[in-house]
Each structure stands twice: as C-alpha cells, then as structure tokens.
C-alpha cells in the first residue's frame, strides 16, 4: 500500500550542500495535500521551532510527488517536522510518522553537518561536454613509428584485431574536439596490457608501448589542458591481465608466492585450463580478480592512482567495474585522489542505481546507463510515452544527491554498447536525442563518431576506427553536436541542478532549466510526434533540429527546440 507521505533523514531525502545548508526532500502521494511546510530549528533548542518555510514542488515521477526546500542552518544542528495539509485535515509528519500533533509526530535530525562529510565535486563539472575515446581505433599519429601487422583503418573491428591509434593520434586531433566543442576527454585503458581494449592491466606504472610514453600523456595533458580541456583515465581495480607480474608469480609458485593472497586462487596452484580463481564476469582466464582487501594490493592500487595525477597532471579517473570493489577500497581511493588533486573528478562504472557509491565518500557521479535505457525506451524503442519518459528523468533527478547528478557521465552509447545511430536508424531521431542529452542535468558525454554519424553493433563492432574523411562524415549531425555543445557551455542555466517539466502530451514534453545565481532560463520542447505542440510561452530560440520547425508557440512534429524566453 502506497504511504502517502515518505521521507528519511538521509541521503538522498536529507545532507547539507553547503556548512550551514541543508537539502530535504519529501515525496508525497499525489493529488492529497494542498501545501506542505516544514518547520525547523537548532535540535538542542527545547520546546518548538524558530523557522519555518514552505516547500517547493519539485516534480512527480509516476508514483510521487516530491517536495524540496534548502534550509539555513546556522548552528548546523538540525531538527525538523513536516506540516502536511491535506484536502480534509492538517497532519504532522516526523520520524514516529503521521500526526495531528506535531509533539506525537516526532521530529527528524540532521544532528550535525560536519564538513568532512559535505558532498563536493569539482566546480567544472556544470559546463562539462566530454568526449570519450578508445584509444586503438581514435587516431594513428602521422609521425609514430610504423608497425606491422595492424588491421585496416575502415575494416570490421574482431576481438583481438589491432588498429593503431595512439596518444599521438589523440594529440593531433585536440583541435578537433576543442572545435567541437568538448572540454572534458576521457580516455579508456592506455597502461601496458596484451589486448586492444586494455581492460586486462600488465602494469599499471607503464603506458602500453602500442600507445607511447609517458611523455606522450604528459605531452597530450598539458596540450589538452592549454586548450581548457580536463583528461580522464580508465583505472581496472577489479581485475589484472593474467600476464600481471604478481600473478605470474603465483601460477610459478602457487602458494609458496607472496602476491598469492592478491587473487581468489582456489587451491595450491593455479589452473588456467579450469580457472580455479575469481576473474572478471564468468572464468574469463586472462583477468584474475584482484583482492583489494589486501592491504598490499590495496595500497599498490591507491598509489597508481595518485601517481598519474602526480606524474601527468590528469584531472581524474573512471572506474571499470567500479560496484564489484569494496566500499572501504573506494573511500580510501576518493581520500588519496582528492588529496592529488582537489578538483578532480571520480566517475565509477555502475549500470544500475548507484546510490551506495553517490553519497559523497566515494564517487562524484557514475556512467549514467540508465539515463541511456530511459532515453532509448523513449525515442528508439517507443514503447513508453513522453508522460512516462518525463516521470523517468524526473526520478533520476531525485535519485541522488544534487552534487552526483551534476557529475553524471550522460551517455548514449560507449565501448560496451551499441552506437547509438545504428539502434535509431534515423539522423533526426538522434537529434532529439542529443537534444536531451545536452540539456539534462549532468555531463553530456558523447562516444567518439556518435557526433559523425558512425554506425557500429555490439562490442566489437561498437569499436571501429575512427571516420576521419569529411566527405564520409555526417556534418549536419556534427554541426548539431557542436551548437548544443555551445549552448552547454554558454547557459549558466545548463550547469545548474534545476529541472521543471513544464507541459506533456503522449508524445511531447516541455521542460525548463534555469540558474537562479545567473537570472538565467532556457526552456527546451521534445516532440516525437507527427501533430504540432504547443509551447507555454515565446521567446529567442536558441537551437532548433532543422528551419520551419517553429509555428507560432507550436513545434511541428519530430523536432526539437531550445528558447530563451521573452521576459514578460
């Protein structure tokens, strides 16, 4: 049976955003109250409440109606009693439930916001646009060696076929991506491995000599940096290659090795034929599970990851497997990465809810797989309407804490997955869908070709090189990535957490974003239907799918729109 009021004193329902601020958020049955305020004050002060403030309706996701207010706290000790008004009645809501008084309904505490545990992530993050590579099938560079036995640039991708691209090929084309408009790269696995993916680490102190030096990231940093773009890499934590010196030594000296306690080794030896040890998924021989409970392997670990910061100047990591690493592992990873580098930014691989890893100890955002299912239900697959694919983004966005969604990697396809265009088959469909991507809280990262029209199936054939002959790229689909880039960057009101859906049909939405801080609002209008839809208001239009989409405050079918609108 459905509560009609829910709230716990915790993430994400309750944390400070600031010393002396706090965030609540209520979720409430809808269409039962008619106003809800909460009243508040320091939890050592006896007898009532010196504040109290309405709350804000923040939007429904197809069960709840959520409520939010930021309060002040100035002593940092809170406590606090919700005041529901209902159609018939008036209730108190606290933490010994449902009332008609408030002294019966008991009060919630946030007993202190101590700063330690406040949830920050680097200040870049709002007007992020990344960009991730594969490194292998990116760019060749024109002055690295030539070698043998590679695979054409333009033919079909297989497991083990490599292509060539290098961080010099990256280098090259930083022009490129400041071009287009992204400031943040990400960069999957480049230390040395046997692989073309690089997922089955050899050493985590050496860049793969397929790829170059580490004078070549170093180079590659500083280049991307004077041109305002952040550099991330891909760490494996959960698992090693199976030609990683530690466990070399345990297959030669099976117990009798001191790295045998850094593997799931079941039995005196290990048997590659039967894999007696834990891998990555399911007896994947050449990827041993790492026990990074080891304080050995632990610390191993934790100093590769601050040796890069260090070393190179990157500005952060993300995380392969990230939800089958413990979470002590993941808090000491976020002190000692923090402690490098203030501003750099944690992404962990997590492909479902991911609260447990959003709360401000251990990672900034994750790669936001489920923003992508809601995304392709919505305009691929089309068996859910704009009404439920707007209650979907609206739950995202009350998922996690306001600092993890603005964090989030939203993506639409990457090394794992199919392309994105191969499963639209439509360039204005994709559209829209960068349409989105673009304008929804968090970090629009976009897959490298997605922008070009490159087609690809499921991994390998997500993974191929790279179309670089502009007479082979889609530029009208790329001048779309580029336009939506900008606005990203230039709208205050992009960068900020706030998300209003404004208007809904079954197959169109409106929402708005604004910056209080700024003055700044954009509203943005989805229309995935043939019949015209209606806009709440007018205004400057700042980005359309294609001319002649806009009527007089209607959008015509299959299009898209972003406006600034007029100020009344």
């Known amino acids: ?313 990157i500005d952060g990591w993300r995380l392969d497997v990230a939800n089958e690493v413990d979470h002590v592992f993941w808090r000491k990873f976020r002190d000692r990465v923090k402690k490098a580098k203030e501003n750099a930014l944690i992404i962990g691989e997590v492909w479902h809810n991911s609260l447990p890893w959003l709360k401000g100890d251990q990672f900034d955002g994750v790669m936001n797989y489920v923003f992508r299912e809601r995304m392709l239900q919505f305009f691929v697959r089309q068996n859910t309407s704009a009404q439920t694919f707007a209650e979907s983004l609206v739950k995202l966005l009350h998922q996690y804490p306001a600092a993890a969604t603005r964090s989030m990697f939203n993506l639409l396809g990457s090394h794992d997955t199919e392309r994105v265009l191969t499963l639209a088959q439509d360039m204005e469909l994709v559209k829209r869908m960068f349409t989105v991507q673009f304008t929804y809280p968090g970090i629009p990262m976009v897959y490298y070709g997605d922008e070009v029209g490159m087609f690809g199936g499921a991994d390998p054939d997500c993974r191929r090189g790279m179309v670089w002959e502009e007479t082979k790229q889609n530029q009208e689909l790329k001048r779309t990535v580029q336009a939506l880039a900008a606005l990203r960057r230039q709208r205050p009101a992009f960068g900020s957490n706030n998300f209003e859906v404004v208007a809904v049909t079954e197959f169109a939405l409106e929402y708005r974003r604004w910056s209080e801080e700024a003055g700044d609002v954009v509203h943005v209008a989805i229309n995935n239907g043939v019949e015209d839809f209606s806009l709440s208001c007018q205004g400057t239009i700042l980005f359309t799918t294609g001319p002649g989409r806009v009527h007089t405050q209607s959008l015509v079918g299959l299009s898209a729109l972003i406006w600034s609108p007029d100020v009344s």
Not at 114 to 133: H, I, K, M, N, R
Not at 192 to 219: M, W
Not at 274 to 296: G, H, W
């Open 1 to 313: 049976m459905m509560s009609r009021v829910f709230h716990q004193p915790y993430e994400p329902f309750a944390y400070a955003v600031s010393e002396d601020r706090a965030r609540i958020v209520l979720q409430v049955q809808p269409g039962v109250t008619k106003d809800i305020s909460i009243h508040f004050g320091d939890r050592y002060e006896h007898g009532g409440f010196n504040f109290s403030t309405t709350m804000n309706f923040s939007g429904f996701d197809g069960t709840y109606d959520y409520y939010v207010a930021d309060l002040s706290i100035p002593s940092r000790r809170l406590k606090y009693v919700f005041e529901v008004e209902f159609e018939v009645t008036t209730l108190w809501y606290g933490e010994s439930g449902l009332s008609a008084s408030a002294e019966a309904a008991g009060v919630f505490q946030l007993a202190y916001l101590a700063v330690g545990d406040l949830f920050t992530v680097p200040e870049w993050v709002g007007q992020s646009v990344g960009y991730q590579v594969f490194p292998d099938r990116f760019a060749k560079g024109t002055t690295s060696p030539t070698r043998r036995g590679l695979a054409r640039w333009n033919s079909k991708p297989t497991p083990s076929g490599v292509f060539g691209g290098d961080l010099q090929g990256i280098l090259e084309h930083l022009d490129y991506l400041d071009d287009l408009g992204v400031n943040l790269l990400y960069v999957t696995p480049i230390f040395a491995s046997h692989s073309n993916h690089k997922y089955d680490t050899t050493d985590y102190y050496s860049i793969d000599a397929q790829f170059g030096t580490k004078e070549d990231l170093s180079k590659l940093v500083k280049e991307a940096h004077r041109r305002g773009i952040k550099v991330m890499l891909d760490a494996v934590f959960n698992h090693s290659g199976s030609q990683f010196k530690p466990f070399q030594d345990v297959i030669d000296k099976g117990m009798g090795s001191k790295y045998y306690d850094w593997f799931f080794v079941h039995g005196e030896y290990v048997d590659m034929q039967t894999v007696n040890y834990e891998t990555f998924a399911t007896q994947i021989a050449s990827m041993p599970k790492l026990n990074v409970a080891n304080p050995a392997v632990e610390e191993y670990l934790l100093s590769v990851a601050s040796y890069w910061i260090e070393e190179c100047d």
